[in-house]
């Protein structure tokens, strides 16, 4: 069976024996809204446990919104011109209003890239800027957490006297479901902060995953900064495998954000009957692949459903390369496994160890093939998970490794399906 694959800006095609596909997880699927800007019109009049927009902007003398960077597909064409014009009959001047790109630890927005996420007309007319987590003098200290996390959070963010975010809901392989409380940390939050929430104290929780937010303890630190900062309102999107909107959770913070994710884990949900020999991943394909340390996102959304020792293979890209100058150092100085997970329970949080640490997660697990050209050949023999140039390549590595009647799981677009095994029960079960 041939199966496309979601891979950079134009994608690649795997080809399956039958005897050997498990299942193809898709997202299940909601139903595309038919006139999303209607729709978004109507929730920012009619919010979620909150006063409508209009109202809660009456009176105050300046606003921050914050939008994501390149790597998320937020439609901010869709959300920005109902937003900024409700603030604006609200009596807001328009140069009282910052758009702030919630970067994290990511590298700046080029000028192309603000145009491509805000488009001409925003891009001339209205203050954007980009978050500096590094810059600590752009950043005001709030104190610290009951767990002791130092909060320090971007001050065009925190001076703001109306702080609103927008966003999408999406599986998020720490924080379990991302939008909401997540743009204000790690989105706008400054370097110490970020790293505290990355350190290990947090990602070895088994909690910390994709899917998990009632137990899961980095979502409630992330709740309790987003109280400590002030956030207002809530603008978050659902999104079909198309980038197509779904679903459309604006007002409370807290209480659109629950929504959101509830009608999130239904939409993306997919399950097989028992864990596979082989799974086939990928990172969702541009933007989400432009480097390893966002294609890591696919690689721990898969792990749910791969055999204890078994192998998964993740299709990515990485047209960037690994990321950043500091993960790049950290991907490529650590001779094993074993020697970098002990150096990261040993010493403080640098920047970027997280990411390799959730992949040092998998590669616990299961055989990791990294299936991206462009890393093969430059860092290829440098990092402790395998690659191959070929999804075909890495293929016939597991089919030698497992027989050639091992099961193959396939997730076209990794980070944006929730995968789980749900045994046959029952009725189902007895056929």
Same mark, same amino acid.
């Not at 807290?254 to 993306?268: C, M, Q």
């Not at 996102?297 to 020792?309: D, F, H, N, S």
């Not at 023999?381 to 016939?396: C, G, N, P, Y």
């Given at each position: 069976m041939k199966?496309?694959l ?9 080809n399956i024996p039958?005897r ?7 997202m ?6 038919? +006139?999303?800007?209607r729709?978004?019109? %109507?929730a920012?009049?009619a ?5 409508? /927009? ?5 009176g105050?003398? +300046? ?9 998320r597909?937020v439609?901010?064409a869709?959300?920005l011109?109902?937003?900024?014009e409700? /603030?604006?009959k609200s009596g807001?001047?328009r140069?009282?209003?910052?758009i702030?790109?919630a970067t ?7 000028p192309?890239?603000l145009?491509?996420?805000?488009g001409? %007309? ?9 978050h500096h987590?590094?810059a600590?003098g ?10 002791g996390?130092?909060?320090y959070i971007?001050r ?6 109306l ?15 991302s939008g909401g409380r997540?743009?204000?940390?790690p989105?706008?939050?400054g370097? $110490?902060?970020?790293?505290?929430l990355?350190?290990p ?9 994709? =899917? ?9 630190? /992330?709740l309790?900064?987003?109280a ?7 603008? +978050?999107?659902?999104l079909?495998?198309?980038h197509r909107?779904?679903g459309?959770f604006?007002?409370?913070?807290? $209480?659109a954000h629950?929504?959101g994710?509830r009608?999130?884990?239904s ?5 097989v009957?028992?864990?596979?020999d082989i799974?086939?991943t990928?990172?969702?394909?541009y933007? $989400?692949?432009l480097t390893?340390?966002q294609?890591v ?5 898969? $792990?749910?459903i791969v055999?204890e ?12 390369g690994l990321?950043?100058p ?5 991907a490529?100085q650590?001779?094993?496994l074993k020697?970098f997970?002990d150096?990261i329970m040993?010493?403080?949080?640098v ?12 590669a616990?697990?299961v055989d ?7 890393i093969?050949r ?15 390549e890495?293929?016939a590595?597991g089919l030698?490794?497992f027989g ?5 799981a396939?997730?076209?677009k =990794? ?5 789980d095994? %749900?045994? /046959?029960t029952?009725? +189902?079960?007895s056929?």
């Amino acid at each position: 069976m041939k199966i496309p694959l979601a891979f950079g800006k134009t994608g690649l095609t795997v080809n399956i024996p039958d005897r050997n596909l498990l299942k193809v997880l898709t997202m299940q699927g909601a139903v595309t809204l038919e +006139n999303p800007e209607r729709r978004l019109r %109507e929730a920012l009049a009619a919010p979620i446990g909150s006063l409508p /927009l209009a109202d809660i902007a009456r009176g105050k003398r +300046n606003v921050v919104i914050v939008i994501c960077d390149i790597t998320r597909p937020v439609p901010n064409a869709l959300i920005l011109p109902p937003l900024l014009e409700t /603030l604006e009959k609200s009596g807001i001047q328009r140069e009282r209003i910052t758009i702030l790109v919630a970067t994290g630890l990511h590298r700046p927005s080029s000028p192309d890239e603000l145009m491509q996420m805000v488009g001409i %007309e925003i891009l001339k007319r209205y203050r954007i800027q980009d978050h500096h987590a590094r810059a600590l003098g752009e950043q005001r200290h709030l104190g610290e957490t009951q767990g002791g996390t130092p909060v320090y959070i971007d001050r065009t963010y925190c001076d703001a006297d109306l702080k609103i975010t927008t966003g999408f809901i999406e599986p998020h392989l720490m924080a379990g479901f991302s939008g909401g409380r997540k743009m204000i940390a790690p989105g706008c939050a400054g370097e $110490l902060t970020i790293k505290a929430l990355h350190s290990p104290k947090f990602l070895e929780d088994p909690e910390c995953r994709e =899917g998990s937010i009632e137990r899961n303890p980095l979502h409630r630190e /992330l709740l309790e900064i987003a109280a400590l900062a002030g956030h207002d309102f809530m603008v +978050n999107v659902a999104l079909d495998e198309k980038h197509r909107v779904t679903g459309i959770f604006a007002g409370d913070p807290i $209480l659109a954000h629950a929504e959101g994710v509830r009608f999130v884990k239904s939409a993306v949900r997919a399950t097989v009957t028992k864990p596979a020999d082989i799974v086939i991943t990928t990172s969702a394909g541009y933007p $989400l692949d432009l480097t390893y340390y966002q294609a890591v996102k696919g690689m721990t959304a898969a $792990l749910p459903i791969v055999r204890e020792g078994g192998m998964l293979i993740l299709a990515a890209e990485c047209a960037e390369g690994l990321g950043s100058p500091e993960f790049t150092a950290m991907a490529t100085q650590f001779s094993s496994l074993k020697e970098f997970v002990d150096s990261i329970m040993s010493n403080p949080v640098v920047i970027d160890q997280w990411q390799l640490e959730e992949c040092a997660k998998a590669a616990r697990k299961v055989d990791v093939v990294l299936v991206s050209p462009r890393i093969a050949r430059e860092s290829g023999k440098r990092l402790f998970v395998q690659t191959s140039a070929s999804i075909d390549e890495a293929l016939a590595r597991g089919l030698w490794k497992f027989g050639q009647n091992a099961t193959i799981a396939v997730i076209p677009k =990794g980070p944006y399906t929730l995968v789980d095994v %749900e045994p /046959l029960t029952g009725q +189902n079960a007895s056929g």
